[in-house]
């Protein structure tokens, strides 16, 4: 069971009921819970340099620029994501929003895009973020298309090792993309 307590357009504020299966009982749990719709991050590698793009991207939330991986939202709004969630085709939609994304943000036309891990922010939010290993694409000619109050200085191609050392130094300020990007070089070397 699942009710709407307050919904502003994208942030959707609910209580649930669910059963669960611990320990072979079942137990019937009630929560409260944050809804917002997906985001997509993408990593994007060149390999045999052994170095992954990111973009300088001003964010209001910190008031400074930050080190990220190109990605953004999926869903404009709530309403378009709980649609896509009864119709059952969300991953569909996130599939689309990577190319789009990186368009946007730094002018690279996506080739081929591979799923690499489902991201969930658990602890009462559902808030996913997919992030997709890309290898294949090209530059464009046209650059980046920035979508209105989206502030991205371009992108910087970073070695394992600079990355390693942003994280440390908390210049790459999502923590997910921190444990994703750690996470992979770790599985490269």
């Known amino acids: ?32 819970m944050v809804r917002r719709p997906p985001g997509i991050r993408a990593l994007i590698i060149d390999k045999n340099q052994k170095k992954i793009l990111l973009s300088r991207e001003f964010r209001y939330e910190l008031n400074t620029f930050d080190f990220r991986l190109p990605g953004g939202k999926v869903f404009d709004n709530l309403a378009d994501y709980k649609a896509s969630l009864e119709r059952g085709d969300v991953l569909e939609n996130v599939e689309k929003t990577v190319p789009k994304e990186v368009l946007e943000e730094v002018g690279i036309v996506i080739k081929n895009q591979n799923l690499l891990k489902i991201s969930k922010d658990g602890a009462g939010v559902i808030w996913d973020l997919y992030y997709y290993e890309i290898s294949d694409y090209e530059i464009s000619s046209d650059g980046p298309q920035l979508e209105e109050n989206e502030i991205v200085e371009g992108f910087v191609w970073k070695s394992y090792d600079e990355i390693v050392v942003l994280c440390q130094n908390q210049q790459i300020h999502e923590d997910r993309t921190v444990a994703v990007l750690l996470t992979y070089i770790l599985e490269q070397k």
């Open 1 to 32: 069971m699942e009710k709407s307590v307050f919904d502003n357009g994208f942030f959707e504020f609910l209580e649930t009921e669910e059963e669960f299966l611990i320990h072979g009982e079942k137990r019937s749990i009630k929560r409260k």
